[in-house]
């Protein structure tokens, strides 16, 4: 993908920061999806947020005699009322997905086994979804995005698949045997493959780029570059099933000019999101009143569908144009389209760009990312304030920077040792991790909604304890394990109906390569349970499988999980035998980030390092390990763990984690409240405790949720950073807790920290704490307070920040007022200059050392 130039993009967000501004909180209420994931604190309905609309549509055939026969909805008579409902559309951020929800449609036919992309062309009456640059009026095919030249031009050799000149909405330009919807057609030496002849038929629908570039769209090479075979990320464009009651639903995932420079949307770029439903072409006057006597293309257009409603198209047999998604373009179809207009939020980079000065960097834990990239423009456009910058690393190693001087505060979820100074721990939001999943139901049925997990399969997942093929069965000690969680007897009798096709993705769950308070808090809720630590110390499961004899007795709970195994598989491929590896660390393959995780996991592309190429071009014959292919759409089946944040964002379900009592708890706003109910602080300054084993017994508290802290020191900080960390607590839990999707406010994946409620003790802690670091000062020791009560019924106010932030009067929380930014100016300043640097290297040499100590480990244990 080419890079915007800077000064374009400098440019851009300077007209961006003018036009900043809070968005006001409505009671709008987005329809429940009943194929989306139900996310923890969802985002807050803000005014025209959510969007529905309702239209009317039928199919025409017009005979010789000029009579017409309408073709609607059988069940009424009448044409299909085809409602079509989107949760969300304002502030998005690149690849978070939308959920989209309609009604009144056509039963689809053919269901394909992979419906994004050119997948999905051979299916009947399914619901197209695209994005297209431009709203209203102003939305044309040629504007809209599709992956490949044959979802968007028709080059046809037969009158057959020529349905579209028959069309009777359309122009008769647009009818003509070879035409371009933007007029000209190309000549022989951009599209060789149009020839002129009675027997040939082309129908292009060029893609204009967002710089105005326009590509042919005749063949793959007068594409652009994102659509690309090897692009770097799958379709996103989608032709959707539509089920017997003509209702359905999919996950949109948006793209911003990040990922798709060529169609260019981003906060200045209008675009929208298209739905399309196929109810077929209609036709115009047909030569002859006797269906013999009509010409090929007559015919063509007036079929009806080879396929059943709700029939399946595993061998991906063309089905009849006239009803399939790829005329979407065609008049009949495009008059019918729902066009959602959108709106983007700021890019990461807009603090980076807009403001000089140089950063104060917050350190550690990637649970706040989703927070902190909204948080952060409401910080650096604002000049009254400083320009936070949140710089994602371990826990630990953010604390240690902080504790040494290096930074101005740590994020972290756990109390660490402070050697030197002492440490005030101020709460600034409540959210957690989750295992999340993408898991397909046989029979091409849909997504699996209601994952469940108790803590042995975990343990059973991370110790590497499954086989993954018939490599990982040579294992000693491991012969009599399956190959994969979904041939585990366990994991059967609590998700039934999956498949029981063994892959090497579903034998492991992809987790993180460094320390974590993530890790300490997935190792507590597996050292919180007796029968998940039998197995870990090595009792069998009542099945006969046993532990991985690396991992047996291994010391839980932990904050870096270890890559302990060191099989090395004998035989094999060729390319197997000349480039030996230990397989369950290939399996494993942690990553750096949740990030990471998280996109793996949307993309369905496990991170198994397992796949074996080999090169036969150069001699002797190169032999390369590397990530196995993307999982195709209705076999997938991969587990990770991902920040609740995260997913929010990308639309990921999260499984259901076993608590006392037999329940399985998913995380909600109920179920982390509920946890934090539970919480109990330590001391004046440390951060609060929540036991796992009070937590499980409760039953509906959530085991994955977190804290996350601003930790600072209360002696020797610049007085100049005391008084950036004590505004940024103030903030952070006053303003920073009003959910929404707009700067400065909390995105989905959180629960708000309030004044009163069952979160007001971490409301009171985080103010006392701000003013002991802005004081330096360490606070008076005082009798401990017990958990929060909460009275049923009662308002939780919003907090202030600070006395530049008013406090909202007792209720619902007021729509919080658009905030104006002030223009930047340019300023020098040698220090600026130097220390951004300085910090980057920093990080840089954490992760570098990092690395190599990993390495150093696993070298010595081969």
Known sequence: MR???????????????????????????????????????????????????????????????????????????????????????QNLRGRERVGITWSGAQP????????????????????????????????????????????????????????????????????????????????????????????????????????GQVYPACDGKTMPPEAAA???????????????????????????????????????????????????????????????????????????????????NATNVAGDQAVSPSLWWAESNWRNRFVIPVTFGDPPDTCDILDPRAPTGFYGSELLAQAALQWAPAYCLNKKRFKFQHNQMPDQAGFSLMASGGGAAALVSSKYEATGDPVGYAPVALTGFGVGYIVDRPGNAGELA????????????????????????????????????????????????LTDEASEAAATLLSLSNSSDVVRRLTEYIASDKVAMDFVKGKPDPWGMRINPSYKKIKLPRDEWPLLDDFVPQGGTECKAKNPSTYFN?????VSTMRKIAEALLDAWPNVQTRCDTDLSVTPPIYKLGRVERQHY?????????????????GLRTAALETGKGRYVTPTTDSLTAAVKLARPEGQRGPFEMDMVKLRKAGKAYPGTMLVYAAARLQNLDKKDAAKVAQFVRTATSEGQRPGSGNGQLPGGFV???????????????????????????????????????????????????????????????????????????????WSGRLLPVLLMLGLVFSVVSAVSRVVVLRSRR
């Open 3 to 89: 890079p915007a130039p800077r000064l374009a993009r400098v440019l851009r967000l300077g007209v961006v920061a003018l036009v900043v501004g809070a968005s006001a909180a409505t009671g709008v209420t987005a329809p429940a999806l009943a194929d989306r994931p139900q996310p923890v604190t969802p985002r807050a309905a803000v005014a025209g947020d959510a969007w529905s609309q309702t239209k009317s549509m039928e199919r025409q055939f017009v005979a010789a005699d000029g009579t017409s026969t309408a073709i609607s909805d059988p069940s009424t008579g009448s044409p299909w009322q085809v409602s079509v409902n989107v949760d969300h559309t």
């Open 108 to 211: 689809s036919a053919g269901r394909a086994n992979d419906p994004f992309g050119p997948g999905g062309m051979s299916q009947e009456y399914p619901v197209v979804v695209l994005q297209c640059r431009g709203t209203g009026d102003d939305v044309r095919p040629e504007t809209c995005w599709t992956s490949s030249f044959n979802q968007r031009s028709q080059v046809s050799r037969s009158e057959n698949d020529a349905a579209w000149t028959e069309d009777l909405h359309a122009s008769e330009a647009a009818t003509a045997r070879i035409s371009s919807a933007l007029g000209e057609v190309p000549g022989k030496d951009v599209c060789p493959d149009i020839v002129e002849g009675e027997e040939f038929y082309t129908r292009l629908v060029p893609f204009v780029s967002a710089k």
């Open 230 to 312: 090897e692009a770097a990320l799958p379709a996103n464009e989608i032709a959707a099933f539509t089920d017997g009651n003509g209702s359905g639903s999919v996950q949109f995932e948006i793209r911003t000019d990040v990922e798709n420079e060529s169609l260019g949307c981003n906060k200045l770029v209008a675009c929208s999101i298209v739905v399309i439903p196929i109810v077929g072409i209609s036709c115009a006057t047909a030569s002859s009143l006797v269906d013999q006597e009509m010409s090929v293309a007559e015919k063509s257009c007036r079929r009806t569908g080879q396929f059943a409603p709700g029939s399946g």
């Open 450 to 497: 209601d994952l469940r997990l108790n803590a042995r399969l975990l343990a059973k997942l991370i110790t590497q304890s499954y086989t993954g093929s018939s490599f990982g069965a040579g294992h000693p000690g491991m012969e009599q394990n399956p190959w994969a969680i979904t041939k585990d007897p366990e994991f059967v009798a609590l998700n039934p109906g």
């Open 586 to 590: 290939d399996l494993a393959a942690p």
């Open 634 to 650: 209705g076999d997938r089946f991969m587990l990770g763990i991902v920040s609740l944040g995260d997913a929010q964002r990308y």
């Open 752 to 830: 708000p920290i309030r004044k009163s409620g069952a979160t007001q003790a971490l409301y009171a802690r985080a103010q006392a704490v701000a003013r002991a670091i802005e004081q330096q000062k360490v606070p008076a020791t005082t009798p401990e307070a017990g958990p929060a009560t909460v009275t049923p019924g009662a308002p939780e106010a919003v907090p202030a920040a600070d006395p530049a932030v008013a406090a909202p009067a007792a209720g619902p929380a007021p729509a919080p007022e658009a905030l104006t930014m002030p223009p930047t100016k340019a300023v020098s300043s040698e």
